[in-house]
């Protein structure tokens, strides 16, 4: 199975900040790989998609970037309503797998 | 708009068998979707369970493979997950989701299911 390596685990930011997340495969998968917020007690919503394609409804301050083996989920400016966790997941092949997640915190 | 929830004991005794319903609103089962199982817990985080087609045709996690089956019931319009030989491990929140085939991704999920394995 694909492993997928999300960096930071955590984070502390303000909000305003610009914060940026890591995701890395532990082989090619193109652009097969999404990424997602979750709230507590609350299910995963999908952001990104392709790597890099915004989901409808999702604010333009969300981007995504990367193909192969590297991927970058960036907040430009970060607003009250993003401190949550954000998970990556690849499409690319079977199993389908996550990353392990990465917590933004208030500072 | 699509809604799915889960439905199912929350909690099921060791080396039993654990059985959950996903109920789909706003969408046919029949539909150009895959119908997924994703579960969460603290130890393992989210690992993907597995998937269904209308027709019948399912993908399944190697590592649960063995013990998942999963299967649809367009009457109802629901899916459902059978886990069997259940241990401690299996404990988490059971999510079904709605998956796109092209692009591919899980665009609509359910709040989740706690499930407790003990004894």
């Known amino acids: 199975a694909i492993q997928l390596t999300q960096s930071p685990s955590s984070l502390s930011a303000s909000v305003g900040d610009k914060v940026t997340i890591t995701c890395r495969a532990s082989?090619?998968?193109?652009?097969?790989l999404g990424w997602y917020q979750q709230k507590a007690g609350k299910p995963p919503e999908l952001l990104i998609y392709d790597a890099s394609s915004l989901k409808s409804g999702v604010p333009g301050r969300f981007s995504g970037s990367g193909s192969g083996t590297d991927f970058t989920l960036t907040v430009s400016r970060l607003q009250p309503e993003d401190f949550a966790i954000y998970f990556c997941?690849?499409?690319?092949?079977?199993?389908?797998?996550f990353g392990g997640g990465t917590k933004v915190e208030i500072k | 708009q699509v809604q799915l929830q889960e439905s199912g004991p929350g909690l099921v005794k060791p080396s039993g068998t654990l059985s959950l319903t996903c109920a789909v609103a706003?969408?046919?089962?029949?539909?150009?979707?895959?119908w997924s199982w994703v579960r969460q817990s603290p130890g393992k985080g989210l690992e993907w369970i597995g998937e269904i087609y209308h027709i019948g045709i399912t993908n399944y996690n190697p590592s649960l493979k063995s013990r998942v089956t999963m299967s649809i019931d367009k009457s109802k319009n629901q899916f459902s997950l059978k886990l069997t030989s259940l241990t401690a491990a299996d404990t988490a929140v059971y999510f079904c989701?709605?998956?796109?085939?092209?692009?591919?991704?899980?665009?609509?999920w359910g709040q989740g299911a706690r499930v407790t394995v003990s004894s």
């Open positions: 706003g969408d046919s089962i029949s539909s150009s979707y895959w």
């Open positions: 989701a709605r998956r796109t085939s092209q692009p591919i991704f899980l665009d609509n």
């Open positions: 082989e090619d998968i193109r652009s097969g």
């Open positions: 997941q690849q499409f690319n092949s079977y199993p389908l797998t």
